[in-house]
């Protein structure tokens, strides 16, 4: 007789949603450190502001090999990363996907007109400028 098993969770003020086939194929299509590195780009919530040597620390890795984890990351499209006064990170197949169907190459990208809820980084508009890897308050 198979013994069955319950998943239970404790309550937590904040919490991660990753689609289960991502995580899944993730697992198999990139390196342990691309997949720790695309777990952390989840578990931050909006405005959180990245810096590579406390995720490196957080990872355990360096920060010269969080830039190859991202790279990794971007060229199996598991993550997209708008460069401008704001860094605007799209983190997901999901959200890439979504990001290329409904913006055309071509366009100049305007935050305002985004098409997904991105993980927006750095200080910006009425965000404090905030530490290194901290936080950015709700205003």
Do not use: H
């Not at 590195?37 to 040597?53: A, K, M, N, T």
């Not at 990208?109 to 890897?133: I, R």
């Amino acid at each position: 007789m198979a013994k069955s098993a319950v998943f239970k969770k404790t309550k937590v003020k904040y919490m991660t949603n990753i689609p289960q086939a991502e995580a899944v194929a993730a697992m198999k299509d990139l390196s342990n450190g691309a997949y720790k590195l695309l777990i952390y780009y989840y578990s931050r919530r909006d405005g959180w502001v990245f810096d590579d040597e406390v995720i490196a620390n957080t990872i355990g890795s360096s920060a010269r090999q969080v830039k190859k984890f991202r790279k990794e990351l971007i060229s199996g499209e598991y993550l997209l990363v708008q460069k401008g006064a704001v860094d605007v990170y799209f983190v997901g197949k999901g959200a890439v996907r979504k990001f290329y169907d409904s913006v055309n190459a071509s366009d100049m990208f305007d935050v305002q007109d985004c098409p997904v809820e991105p993980l927006v980084t750095g200080p910006m508009n009425g965000f404090p400028k905030a530490n290194k890897s901290k936080e950015v308050s709700d205003v």
